[in-house]
Nanobody, 118 residues
Framework: VQLQASGGGLVQAGGSLRLSCAAS????????MSWFRQAPGKEREFLAA???????YYVDSVKGRFTLSRDNAKNTLYLQMNNLKPEDTAVYYC?????????????WGQGTLVTVSS
């Protein structure tokens, strides 16, 4: 499956962004989807995952601020990010795998940069 992430940009602290991840090449609904991010000088970290059914999981650092959703009819994954903080600055990656919540998904998007200014 091919993944194309978009929606990153520059936002002030407290602001919001919505990331999208368009999938193609395979049956989107077959895959669990997830978002990761990598901040400068840090390792890539897992943020959230969603089953085809819509069941979600979030790590504590984004729970209550980020909302993951998917539209299986449009083959698109979304990450709504609210109340953004400077420490959310990172390159954000979407990923796909048959396994829910895996930290080593088989397929990756190219990443989209989110910069949060203080």
């Amino acid at each position: 499956v091919q993944l194309q992430a978009s929606g990153g940009g520059l936002v002030q602290a407290g602001g919001s962004l919505r990331l999208s991840c368009a999938a193609s090449g395979r049956t989107f609904s077959d895959y669990a989807m997830s978002w990761f991010r990598q901040a400068p000088g840090k390792e890539r970290e897992f943020l959230a995952a969603i089953r085809s059914s819509g069941r979600t999981y979030y790590v504590d650092s984004v729970k209550g601020r980020f909302t993951l959703s998917r539209d299986n009819a449009k083959n698109t994954l979304y990450l709504q990010m609210n109340n953004l903080k400077p420490e959310d600055t990172a390159v954000y990656y979407c990923a796909a795998d048959m396994i829910f919540m895996t930290t080593t998904p088989d397929y990756w998007g190219q990443g989209t940069l989110v910069t949060v200014s203080s």
